[in-house]
């Protein structure tokens, strides 16, 4: 809830507007500039986190980790997992990791390890799946790698 008023100045007007801001945040040991969102008093400047930033700037730190380190960001794991026609559950199957991770990463909660990220990678490399969903014939859609994939019988 925004409040509607500012504590600081005690203007009673609905004072915040939703600003980008930018700051330094500390994540596995490095410093990171990020923009995310935040309330700002139009008339005295005090700035305070409104609902939902506190998870936008912890996910836009991790994204800023995860580009500079070559890791794939949230979005990126959620567009390859559309791209493949799956769902979490199934992604997860396929990768072989626990679906809550998969929710975790493409939320960008968490950031991926670089063992998993390279999971990613290379199981979600394009043109190494193909999307055998049958044209109206049935909801499930089936994806695979190639080489060394699992039994294909
Ligand atoms: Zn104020």
Redesign the pocket.
């Known amino acids: 809830m925004i409040p509607d008023f500012?504590p600081?100045?005690?203007?009673a007007d609905n004072?915040f507007a939703l600003i980008q801001r930018e700051t330094e945040q500390d994540f596995r040991g490095e410093t990171f500039r990020v923009t995310s969102p935040a309330l700002q008093?139009?008339?005295?400047?005090?700035g305070m986190l409104g609902p939902g930033h506190l998870d936008a700037l912890r996910i836009a730190t991790h994204d800023a980790y995860r580009r500079k380190h070559g890791f794939l960001t949230s979005s990126e794991i959620l567009s390859r997992r559309k791209a493949m026609g799956l769902s979490q559950k199934r992604f997860a199957e396929f990768l072989g990791v626990g679906s809550a991770s998969i929710e975790r990463w493409e939320s960008g909660i968490l950031v991926q390890d670089k063992a998993s990220d390279l999971l990613l990678r290379q199981r979600t490399e394009r043109g190494l799946y193909f999307n055998l969903r049958p044209a109206g014939r049935s909801k499930h859609s089936f994806a695979f790698s190639l080489p060394g994939s699992p039994a294909l019988t």
């Open positions: 500012c600081a100045c005690d203007a004072p008093c139009r008339h005295c400047g005090f």
